[in-house]
């Protein structure tokens, strides 16, 4: 296989893959931290927060992001860079818009941090 060199970012989506990363399952914070440290900041990696966590209420919503935000800093030396923060999948109609916006409030400030 010969190296290429590419000045544009590529976003590669895997799909029906679940044996290429066995050791990120379930969408859980200690997944994510193992992925990020194998990984190393080769890649930038997706860690996902299960979408029923917003049917509990804001102030879960955002200790769920701090989670999941934290756990993959701590498998990358204390960096978030190469983070791609998004739900495990779709929002469902009956879900609370205000939750959703603790969501992405949250991410936003503590990503800053």
């Known amino acids: 296989m010969k190296a290429i060199h590419v000045s544009a970012l590529l976003c590669f989506v895997v799909s029906a893959c679940s044996n290429t990363y066995t050791y990120v399952k379930d969408g859980n914070a200690d997944a994510l931290q193992d992925a ?12 996902n927060l299960d979408p029923a966590m917003l049917y509990g209420n804001p102030e879960a919503v955002r200790a ?10 701590a498998g990358n030396g204390g960096s978030r860079d190469g983070h791609v923060f998004n739900l495990g999948h779709g929002l469902s109609p009956d879900m609370n818009p205000e939750h959703v916006a603790a969501l992405v409030d949250e991410v936003h400030a503590y990503s800053r941090r």
Do not use: H
Request: zero cysteines; hydrophobic letters at 30%; a positive charge.
């Open 64 to 73: 769920q992001v701090r989670t999941t935000l934290d756990s993959y800093a």
């Open 36 to 47: 990020a440290r194998r990984n190393q900041g080769r890649v930038a990696l997706q860690g």
